[in-house]
């Protein structure tokens, strides 16, 4: 236990946030007090894990699929994956590959493949300095690692709103309505919404769960200790949240 609490606090989040608390001791002024205040205990509770818990939570609204194909929608005609990032020039494959959220969402998305048969669509760009568009490294990794070929490509979108309005007439053309959404657990409501604006039925496909059903009782006194994995979570929390009030207002324009 002595260990665990040492280790939290003599690495990073743990460490700036005994740094902010001695400054707020050191700093002379009311304002400055109030500033490295509002810092320090923001910081800290983004660092907790019941905190990060607390945020995803009104994320991961969608269950898994079952294991099986029966738990798939009859009226499912395709899988969609969406990308996440890269690692930009990996020495160990000789140039950009997939990170550990897109590899994710690919395994998931081999897996409904083989679980339905239904076809694959991929999509995600990429930015003018990168090479090669995500969905593009994404058909390479499933053709490569799981020997699928995927149905179709897209690869122009740079957010989750051009996912949806660039995929959405590419499927359509091929007489696609209704279609498995695959992306991390916290990040489909947001997905779900735009795919359903450009005309889409959904059925969510998520994966990556942060957090289970009663993660409250599990708690021990480690998940009250700053950690560099909830600070994480606490971001990509905050930034779906952000994300969703940011789509809102821009389908009222």
Excluded at 127 to 143: D, F
Excluded at 149 to 157: F, T
Excluded at 224 to 235: E, K, Q
């Amino acid at each position: 236990m002595v260990y665990a609490i040492l280790k939290s606090f003599l690495m990073p989040p743990g460490i700036f946030i005994l740094m902010l608390l001695g400054a707020f001791f050191l700093v002379r002024g009311v304002l400055g007090r109030l500033l490295i205040f509002m810092v320090l205990t923001s910081m800290t509770l983004m660092t907790l894990a019941p905190v990060a818990a607390v945020l995803m939570q009104p994320l991961e609204i969608y269950p898994a699929l079952g294991t099986d194909a029966a738990s798939i929608p009859a009226l499912a005609q395709a899988i969609v994956i969406l990308s996440a990032g890269r690692v930009t020039d990996a020495p160990e494959y000789g140039g950009d590959t997939l990170d550990d959220a897109s590899l994710r969402r690919v395994r998931y998305g081999a897996t409904l493949f083989r679980r339905t048969g239904l076809p694959l669509y991929v999509t995600g760009g990429a930015q003018p300095t990168e090479k090669q568009p995500m969905a593009v490294l994404m058909a390479n990794l499933l053709r490569e690692d799981y020997g699928i070929e995927v149905a179709g490509i897209e690869s122009k979108s740079q957010t989750s709103w051009e996912n949806a309005a660039y995929t959405a007439p590419l499927l359509t053309q091929n007489g696609i309505q209704h279609i498995l959404l695959v992306s991390d657990a916290w990040h489909l409501p947001r997905a779900v919404e735009v795919f359903e604006q450009a005309g889409l039925s959904v059925t969510p496909a998520p994966t990556a769960f942060t957090h289970s059903p009663g993660w409250e009782s599990r708690l021990t006194y480690r998940d009250w200790l700053p950690s560099a994995r909830a600070f994480m979570l606490s971001y990509y929390a905050l930034h779906e949240h952000l994300g969703r009030v940011w789509y809102q207002i821009r389908s009222w324009e």
